[in-house]
């Protein structure tokens, strides 16, 4: 039963900003002050007292210190004692118990019996009752006789126990017992309404169901009168309480759910159906009756919290709900077990009710965890797993002797492997799925989607921040996120598990962490967020924003290193250049130089820019081609059809400069034509360039090629492209070339050529 206080209750509703705001500057919980306190105060000496008085009557009861064990016909016998003169009856067998002033009682295997509890035939429980309360009538005689099966007999003073000899196994118990009792007082107290008393009512019934496991007699003889009154009837009482009181919570808790009179109205029709098979004296089905309760209304209880998850999606309630199937599930495993065991008889049932036991401890585990498993601890989580396969151990070695035959010690082993096995083959899956706990990110899909966004954000740095909101959603599938205009230190876990805020940059800026992301309901509502998911989220910003800050730094260097390349070719090489072209005796050879001056100034220009629009490189392109041509004798005739504005890199700038000049080239020098086409097209998603002349043809499948055509071909692959010569339809050659058309903002962090 989770319980939230203060700025964490606004995450049970609606995604409010108020809320979160109010509680990201909640940095520390408020003290315990004023009422509350005192009354917790009170609740804890309350609870001390009860404890205590409990100790004093196991001290008051008479003691006999010794171990014994039933025969296969179901008599006691002597095993050890710490007692000298009963130590020496070791071996033999318990035949009666005899006092003065009594009838003698005749000694059977019900006075080993701890508990009722998990006895299904109802007179075998009215039997313990009866041979119990006349042992202890006896033993409160002060001195009995015990009577052996060899005629030996052995007259004893029983007297009481003494707080020295109180077992030892009594206080760890009590200590569970009453930190359940005050985690539900501390539960109400905090956020007091209807479905924390419930929860305590809950914590309340199985702390005193514990304080009666704690005070039953783990070695000796005897139970003390006023602790054998509740058992089993009580008992039974305290688990049907229970389960009553969780069905009805979650149809309150943490909202009411419509029509949530239906499951409270059916659970407390079945408390009141089993308090009335409870009545009838000796009812011989009333364990079975009581088991199928538990499980039906286990059964309601998830019924409950589903329908609660159809309406709010809740990721704390729907761990509470995964909990509930392993609760449940151990119940049948345990009714499943002692039900086998029960035509055994003998040890085999007295192995049942103390594996049966050990259920109360998971569940009270459970139950005392609930408040904090339900939060991101993963320590709990952890914890509340090894309980609950230990819970499984019992039951499963009571099938094992029910169903194979084996004996208690050689069940109990097998089981104990077989769950431990089970326990290290699933238990990462158990706690991803059951409780979790893990998270819902793989490595190869993490790395896979911090690349694109990487990739993205180098592209169009003014959408970082959309870019990693979209990347934290998608990796931890949260169901709701929003951005707010504060700053945090760093990512936190918010509304015990149900919200996680992330420092993330502002949108328009590029990598100052300015704002806070608040994701809401991880893996869909299926799970809370963990301290680990925080740390990793904020280690992704931070890795993110890190290698965007490297890249940068890196492209920046590769322009001043273009632009210093620049400046060197225009004045070193431009120059001699220039000097050659004065001193040109040949005008071919001048016109060479000038024509080798203009692709250098073109070049040069090009790299000092680092990129440039489309349709500034397609006039540069056109002028330079004209001028060629031009000078050939040939007519350029030059199409532009622009679907949309692109910005050119350095790559592909240089790419598609070289296969225009190379093409345009091979018109001029071989094909021998008058007129050459440059037709330029560009798409959404592709950049289509096109030159044909209408010179000599030919089959271009039998061309040799050479430097040139191989490298217009080369370029192309670079881009991603793909070359095609084809003949064209009267006379010349056509060669189309697509490349995919660079996406929107490419240019200003450079182009990254793809490889062939």
């Known amino acids: 039963m989770p319980s939230s206080s203060g700025a964490n209750a606004a995450f049970d509703g609606a995604l409010d900003e108020r809320a979160i705001e109010a509680s990201l500057q909640q940095r520390t919980p408020r003290r315990w002050r004023g009422w509350r306190l005192w009354v917790l105060a009170l609740a804890a000496l309350a609870g001390l007292l009860l404890v205590a008085a409990m100790v004093r009557v196991l001290a008051a009861s008479p003691h006999l210190p010794s171990a014994w064990q039933a025969t296969a016909l179901g008599q006691p016998t002597l095993l050890t004692s710490p007692r000298p003169d009963l130590a020496a009856m070791s071996g033999r067998t318990l035949v009666a118990v005899e006092s003065d002033g009594l009838p003698p009682l005749d000694a059977d295997v019900w006075l080993l019996r701890r508990t009722a509890r998990w006895l299904v035939d109802g007179a075998q429980r009215t039997r313990w009752q009866q041979q119990q309360r006349a042992l202890a009538s ?259 070695a009571l099938v094992f002797v029910a169903a194979f035959a084996l004996g208690p010690v050689g069940a109990l082993l097998l089981s104990v492997t077989l769950t431990g096995l089970v326990y290290f083959a699933a238990r990462r899956w158990i706690l991803e799925h059951m409780l979790g706990g893990g998270s819902a990110l793989s490595a190869e899909h993490a790395f896979e989607q911090v690349y694109r966004t990487v990739r993205a954000a180098e592209r169009q740095p003014e959408l970082t921040a959309r870019l990693l909101r979209r990347l934290l959603q998608e990796l931890f599938d949260a169901r709701e996120a929003v951005q707010l205009a504060r700053h945090s230190k760093g990512a936190r876990v918010l509304g015990a598990g149900r919200a996680l805020s992330v420092p993330v940059p502002a949108p328009g800026t590029a990598l100052t962490l300015d704002e806070t992301l608040v994701m809401r309901h991880a893996s869909q509502g299926q799970r809370i967020f963990t301290h680990e998911d925080a740390l990793l989220a904020e280690r992704l910003v931070e890795q993110v924003c890190r290698t965007l800050a490297h890249d940068r730094a890196l492209e920046q260097g590769r322009s001043e290193e273009r632009q210093r390349i620049a400046q060197d070719l225009h004045d070193d090489i431009g120059a001699r250049l220039l000097t050659l072209m004065y001193k040109a005796t040949d005008p071919e050879i001048e016109d060479y130089i000038r024509h080798t001056l203009q692709d250098l100034k073109t070049l040069t220009r090009g790299l000092a820019a680092g990129s440039q629009t489309l349709s500034e490189a397609a006039g540069e392109w056109k002028a330079d081609l004209g001028q060629r041509l031009s000078a050939a004798g040939i007519e350029l005739d030059w199409r532009l059809h622009e679907a949309r504005e692109l910005a050119l890199g350095v790559v592909s700038w240089s790419a598609l400069t070289r296969i225009l000049r190379e093409l345009v080239s091979n018109s001029i020098m071989h094909a021998q034509a008058s007129r050459v086409i440059v037709e330029l097209q560009v798409t959404h998603d592709e950049v289509q360039l096109v030159v044909s002349d209408n010179g000599r043809g030919g089959d271009p499948q039998a061309w040799v090629h050479g430097l040139g055509l191989a490298g217009v071909r080369k370029r192309a692959r670079a881009l991603g492209g793909q070359v095609r010569w084809t003949e064209a339809a009267g006379s010349g050659i056509r060669c189309e070339v697509r490349i995919p058309a660079p996406a929107a903002g490419e240019g200003k962090g450079g182009d990254r050529a793809v490889t062939p």
């Open 138 to 396: 006896h033993l409160a005689q002060g001195r009995v006789r015990l009577r052996f099966s060899d005629d030996t007999w052995l007259d004893l003073d029983t007297p009481p126990r003494g707080y020295t000899h109180v077992p030892v196994v009594f206080w760890p118990i009590a200590g569970l017992a009453l930190a359940l009792y005050l985690v539900g007082v501390t539960v109400l107290l905090r956020r007091p309404g209807v479905g924390n008393a419930l929860f305590g009512l809950m914590a309340l019934a199985q702390a005193l169901n514990l304080l009666l496991i704690a005070s039953e007699p783990w070695r000796g003889l005897g139970i003390p009168p006023l602790l054998l009154a509740p058992d089993p009837d009580g008992r039974m009482l305290l688990d049907v309480l229970t389960a009553v009181a969780a069905v009805c919570a979650y149809a309150l808790h943490p909202r009411p759910l419509r029509h949530a009179a239906v499951p409270i109205l059916a659970a407390l029709a079945a408390g009141v159906a089993w308090a009335q098979a409870a009545l009838v004296p000796d009812a011989p089905a009333l364990w079975a009756f009581t088991q199928a309760t538990l499980i039906g209304l286990g059964l309601l209880q998830i019924l409950v919290i589903g329908w609660s998850l159809r309406q709010h999606a809740d990721p704390a309630l729907s761990l509470v709900q995964r909990l509930a199937w392993l609760v449940l599930g151990t119940v049948v495993a345990v009714t499943l077990g002692v039900a086998a065991t029960h035509r055994s008889g003998g040890t085999v049932s007295a192995a049942a009710a103390a594996s049966a036991e050990v259920w109360y401890l998971f569940f009270a585990s459970l139950l005392l965890l609930l408040p904090f498993v339900v939060r991101p601890r993963r320590v709990l989580r952890e914890f509340a797993l090894v309980a609950g396969i230990g819970s499984v151990t019992g039951p499963l």
